[in-house]
Nanobody
């Protein structure tokens, strides 16, 4: 049972990235899925959630810029990040009952 994130990287302010989170050993469709991030020297903070029913919610600091989605056929959750800011720099994790290893996003 594991989650594997990908898609992180280095991007300039105003740019975009799409993160992916692929699950193995269980069906994502049976769980609400979350994206969480941790910036250097800061606490982990929630970014976005997608429910089993597809209903989404976002932290205020990403609302209108980030979009969480899921493809149950591919057993994958995505986070599309637009209009990136330097303060979005962090390690991004997808999480449910288990956590992925994280993917680094650097906006500079």
């Amino acid at each position: 049972v594991q989650l594997v994130e990908s898609g992180g990287g280095f991007v300039q302010p105003g740019g975009s990235l799409r993160l992916s989170c692929a699950a193995s050993g269980f069906r994502l469709s049976n769980y609400a899925m979350n994206w969480v991030r941790q910036a250097p020297g800061k606490e982990r903070e929630g970014v976005a959630t997608i429910g089993i029913d597809g209903i989404t919610s976002y932290a205020e600091y990403v609302k209108g810029r980030f979009t969480i989605s899921r493809d149950n056929a591919k057993n994958t959750v995505y986070l599309l990040m637009n209009s990136l800011k330097t303060e979005d720099t962090a390690v991004y994790y997808c999480a449910t009952a288990v956590w992925g290893q994280g993917t680094q996003v650097t906006v500079s």
